[in-house]
């Protein structure tokens, strides 16, 4: 996994950029990102939108399920 050096990593320190790497390819949960970043969950969140990071990923066929359910 590459990790970039830059103004973000400065920011928040190597350990919550890894933490955001880890979560955004999808390596670990948001719960555990969180605890391991040192944030509650809604601080993690607003990090994430900070950086433009989805924190909700839903599967095509979780789409499929949900569209069908209110259908």
């Not at 790497?21 to 990102?33: T, Y």
């Not at 924190?55 to 069908?68: F, G, M, N, S």
């Amino acid at each position: 996994m590459a990790v970039p050096f830059d103004d973000a990593v400065l920011k928040s320190g190597v350990h919550v950029v890894v933490v955001v790497k880890l979560f955004d390819e999808e390596h670990i949960s948001l719960g555990k990102a969180a605890r391991m970043a040192d944030m509650s969950v809604a601080e993690f969140m607003g990090h994430l939108a900070s950086l433009n990071i989805p924190v909700a990923r839903p599967k095509q066929k979780e789409l499929e399920q949900e569209l069908a359910a209110f259908g």
